[in-house]
């Protein structure tokens, strides 16, 4: 299966914080060979370090938690709960339909996959707020290395 059919396919929504709890406890215990992809960004050719991802998976999450302040979650999609491969994260900020009912679908902000990813067309700009959260938390990984 190619990137895009992957990327295409069927996801299971993340809808209770606490389901989003256990993904993060899985991707965690098994942490090599994760791409993270900031959409609309330079597409990654190099998995994460387990560290980074440990790091990165902890700060979205208290940015979803912030910024997503509801009593359920909603925005995040994986293909299994189980083994997970391919997980999209959806901007608090910039839902849109992302179910595409509204004719335009909106693409994740954030995906994490174990596919070498390709790039993801989005349209829309990248809020300055995004990217200055994302430059943020690379530029103090790569300080600590």
């Excluded at 993904?23 to 370090?49: C, K, R, S």
Aim: charged share 20%.
């Amino acid at each position: 299966m190619t990137f895009q059919e992957h990327f295409q396919g069927r996801f299971f929504n993340m809808l209770r914080w606490s389901q989003l709890d256990q993904l993060w406890e899985t991707v965690n215990a098994q942490p090599n060979h994760w791409y993270v992809y900031f959409v609309g960004d330079t597409v990654p050719t190099i998995p994460m370090l387990a560290d980074e991802l440990k790091q990165f998976i902890q700060e979205l999450d208290q940015l979803l938690h912030k910024e997503h302040d509801y009593n359920y979650c909603g925005i995040v999609y994986v293909d299994d709960r189980d083994t997970p491969t391919m997980i999209k994260i959806f901007d608090p900020n910039n839902l849109g339909a992302s179910c595409g009912s509204s004719g335009s679908v909106v693409p994740p902000r954030w995906l994490l996959t174990q596919f070498p990813p390709e790039a993801i067309i989005d349209n829309a700009p990248t809020p300055a707020n995004r990217r200055r959260w994302w430059q943020r938390l690379f530029s103090n990984s790569e300080e600590k290395k």
